[in-house]
């Protein structure tokens, strides 16, 4: 009886390609172990390279898409605005305030400083970071410190573009290949 509910188990895991990406169910056996209620946990609904399998998922992935290009949009509208510490408006931005104010607007919300955002949401990857995610810089000289906030607007192998209230220029583009932003980035976040 175990024998065939392992090669049943080896089977399942073989045949759906054991992706990270697909829901994992607790079994009897672990919740007899654990003496917990069965737990099922979503998987990502972020976009992915592989095809969605059900119609359910792929609903959910393009409406994940439409949100993340929203608040990309919403990021963008205040292109050009000067740089205002404590700023949330078009009369002044701060970096924190842009990324509050850009997911706020689509009732989504955000702690209101950079030191509460490098805290908030999943650390991703770098070889990993999506359109949506937050990218996290120390600028000070000397310290790893986070100080600085941005959204990716564009991320590509080898080009990561994100939206940023700089002190010096206002709310601009920038690419995280820059020499600058490249040595003070420090780590990147999934919010969404």
Known sequence: MKRSALILLLLTIFSCGGSKNRPIIVTKKEEEKNT???????PSTRATTKKATTSTEVIVEEIDNALIEKIIE??????????????TTKKGM???GLMYTAFSEE???????TSQLSTYGDWVDLKEVKEGDLLFFATKRNSRQVNHVGLVTSARLGRVEFIHASTSRG????LLSEKYWYFA???ARRVL
Request: net charge positive; aromatic share 10%; glycine share 8%.
């Open 36 to 42: 917990k209620t069965p737990e099922v946990r979503k």
């Open 74 to 87: 919403n990021a963008s509208t205040y292109e050009g605005v000067r740089y205002k510490y404590g700023g």
């Open 94 to 96: 701060d970096c924190s």
């Open 107 to 113: 009732d989504i919300n955000l702690p209101r400083t």
């Open 171 to 174: 709310v601009i583009r920038s």
């Open 185 to 187: 980035f420090v780590q």
